[in-house]
Antibody, heavy 114, light 113 residues
Framework: QVQLVQSGAEVKKPGASVKVSCKASGYTFTAFVIHWVRQAPGQRLEWMGWINAGNGIPKYSQEFQGRVTITRDTSANTAYMELSSLRSEDTAVYYC???????WGRGTLVTVSS | DIVMTQSPDSLAVSLGERATINCKSSQSILYSSNNKNYLSWYQQKPGQPPKLLIYWASTRDSGVPDRFSGSESGTDFTLTISSLQAEDVAVYYCQQYYSTPYTFGQGTKLEIK
């Protein structure tokens, strides 16, 4: 069965960076896009970008351009999302989801606090 | 960016009654080449990731009960739950995947009256 297993919760200080992982299993990793979506407390879902797991080419939302880097490691069937220059407003649950968003990870809480 | 606007923000419906949630896109999300609206509906319960219910505006995902249905009219979309069950209490989101950045509605909180 398809599973997306995300890394654990993180607490970061303002200005730091965070890297969240998403390990895929149950399907051919390189055949699908992986999206990253975040949800701040009480806010709507926000699409951050995707990576084509086959060719490694990412696409970012302009909202996060310059601060987000999405990569993948095909040997580990894992996608990564790194967000830099963290601020308190980046406190959110970060999700990965497969291409049609029919499968989601359980989310990673990132808390940004001094 | 395409703005998705849902109404109402919250809704209370009696068990067994119909629940209707609306979503409007700020521009067309219909691809003329395949005549499909690039619109999905999700259900999210507390502490859980969103669950895909409907895609292409009206196609139920695998395993979704048939009491959930989606319809479309131009840039207006509707999610209908024909007979509300207790397990349907959740927040519902619409999302367009016509163009990046993919965007979501603000959510509609559905409760039992």
């Amino acid at each position: 069965q398809v599973q997306l297993v995300q890394s654990g919760a993180e607490v970061k200080k303002p200005g730091a960076s965070v890297k969240v992982s998403c390990k895929a299993s149950g399907y051919t990793f390189t055949a699908f896009v992986i999206h990253w979506v975040r949800q701040a407390p009480g806010q709507r879902l926000e699409w951050m970008g995707w990576i084509n797991a086959g060719n490694g080419i990412p696409k970012y939302s302009q909202e996060f351009q310059g601060r987000v880097t999405i990569t993948r490691d095909t040997s580990a069937n894992t996608a990564y999302m790194e967000l830099s220059s963290l601020r308190s407003e980046d406190t959110a649950v970060y999700y990965c989801a497969r291409e049609a968003m029919e499968y989601w990870g359980r989310g990673t809480l990132v808390t940004v606090s001094s | 960016d395409i703005v998705m606007t849902q109404s109402p923000d919250s809704l209370a419906v009696s068990l067994g009654e119909r629940a209707t949630i609306n979503c409007k896109s700020s521009q067309s999300i219909l691809y003329s080449s395949n005549n499909k609206n690039y619109l999905s509906w999700y259900q999210q319960k507390p502490g859980q990731p969103p669950k895909l219910l409907i895609y292409w505006a009206s196609t139920r995902d695998s395993g979704v009960p048939d009491r959930f249905s989606g319809s479309e009219s131009g840039t207006d979309f509707t999610l209908t739950i024909s007979s509300l069950q207790a397990e349907d209490v959740a927040v519902y989101y619409c999302q367009q995947y016509y163009s990046t950045p993919y965007t979501f509605g603000q959510g509609t909180k559905l409760e039992i009256k």
